[in-house]
């Protein structure tokens, strides 16, 4: 059975209470903050656009989260926070885990986003473009030397990390993941740009898939329509015209993909006919974070709210050993939408899901005092004073708190 209005209800305000918290400050709405660093592989200071989840900055909260590294930043650091923080908090039904999003915004981008020197050899090319190219390798030692190091000591990073690149930032993507792949759990590769330097990366590529093995890592490949108008994708392959190079040259990396199944990859291309190459950015990323974690929804019936047996809070805590499985670090679920769906069954007097649902939150945040709070209402409704006064007292030892110490208060009047 799908879920009903009796769910949605209750997941609409949810979703009110821990939807998007984004800071607001001075009338404005502000989703990350300008950090930078001074770079000595690349000889330069470089700014870095960083956006932390639940309204965070760095180093103010206790959870972790994995982290995606965004190549061209400032062109893409909008849509792709609004994107993740969409799938992971919104709608009742999380997509994907919140992420922190690092972007790296360009200072010389055909210097650190392509892998060789070349001269001209591109049709769009001229000698002042092509001057500074071939930083690759100093970009991507920049990245795993000091960038990295410097984001996961100053914000709360989990072990678990995405490239995401678009043309020259989709070759920076190959390139790492040829020759560094360990670096990343996660690549998406997006209209890569892999004719450069007479398809060197394509064939080191191409070997690289054949030879090496890929377990535990992922990989998105998408292609635009860059074909000339007429042509469709038969057609292409058999052209010869410096024009449809770019797009051969994806089309030859995706069957190099395809042909090397047995190296463990997880691995998923798509063509975008209806997608240009400056277009094809934003659904790509969506595809790809869904593919990613395709595994992540835990889907609901209607028998999980209105079951009396207390299996929902054990199908929470399955499904989040599950992922923090797959994801290689611990995760849990979130203590605002425990707490709020333990009170929903609190309320119906369905006490047994209840207590289930509100000793999951106790186990999962110990920390926090408002979730001895519900604990110890759990108690009241139910009659048991003097296990509420045990949980009453553990979330003041923790916080001070009007409500829990009027509860308390009354408690022992009573027993007086």
Same mark, same amino acid.
């Given at each position: ?70 190549? *061209? ?16 908090? %919104? &709608? ?9 999003? %690092? ?15 070349? *001269? ?38 989990? #072990?678990?990390? @995405? ?21 990343? &759990? ?10 450069? #330097? ?40 058999? #052209? ?46 969506? *595809? ?38 797959? @994801? ?41 005092? &408002? ?12 009659? #048991?004073?003097? &296990? ?29």
């Amino acid at each position: 059975m799908t879920i009903t209005s009796l769910f949605q209800q209750i997941l609409l305000l949810l979703i009110i209470s821990v939807s998007f918290k984004a800071k607001a400050q001075d009338n404005q709405v502000v989703i990350g903050v300008i950090d930078s660093l001074q770079s000595k592989i690349l000889g330069e200071q470089r700014k870095i656009w960083v956006y932390v989840p639940d309204g965070g900055g760095p180093s103010v909260i206790s959870q972790q989260y994995p982290v995606v590294y965004l190549l *061209d930043g400032d062109a893409h650091f909008y849509s792709v926070v609004g994107m993740i923080q969409q799938l992971s908090s %919104v &709608n009742g039904n999380t997509m994907c885990p919140k992420m922190i999003v %690092v972007g790296i915004p360009n200072t010389d981008r055909t210097r650190d986003l392509t892998p060789t020197h070349v *001269d001209v050899d591109l049709p769009f090319a001229d000698s002042a473009f092509c001057k500074t190219s071939g930083g690759g390798e100093n970009f991507i030692a920049f990245i795993e030397k000091e960038l990295m190091p410097h984001i996961e000591a100053k914000y709360p990073t989990a #072990d678990y990390k @995405m490239l995401i690149g678009h043309s020259f930032g989709g070759l920076t993507v190959m390139q790492t993941f040829v020759h560094h792949t360990d670096l990343f &759990n996660a690549y998406v590769c997006i209209d890569p740009s892999m004719m450069w #330097d007479n398809q060197k990366l394509l064939k080191q590529a191409q070997k690289a898939l054949e030879a090496k093995k890929f377990e535990g890592k992922s990989l998105y490949l998408s292609i635009a329509n860059t074909m000339e108008e007429g042509m469709d994708l038969s057609m292409v392959q058999k #052209d010869t015209s410096a024009d449809s190079e770019h797009i051969r040259s994806i089309l030859t990396l995706q069957v190099a993909f395809e042909e090397n199944k047995q190296n463990g990859l997880k691995y998923r291309g798509k063509y975008y006919p209806d997608d240009t190459h400056g277009s094809v950015p934003l659904i790509s990323e969506y *595809d790809a974070l869904r593919f990613f974690f395709d595994y992540f929804p835990l889907k609901f019936t209607m028998k999980d709210f209105t079951d009396s047996t207390g299996a929902l809070a054990n199908r929470y805590h399955n499904h989040f050993a599950n992922l923090s499985q797959k @994801m290689g670090y611990q995760m849990k679920p979130d203590e605002a939408e425990i707490n709020y769906i333990g009170y929903d069954f609190l309320g119906r007097k369905m006490y047994k899901t209840a207590e289930s649902l509100f000793k999951l939150n106790a186990t999962n945040y110990p920390e926090s005092f &408002n979730v001895y709070t519900a604990y110890g209402d759990y108690f009241i409704a139910i009659g #048991d004073k003097e &296990n509420a006064t045990i949980q009453l007292k553990k979330a003041l030892a923790i916080q001070e708190d009007e409500g829990s110490r009027k509860k308390l208060d009354e408690i022992e009047k009573a027993n007086k």
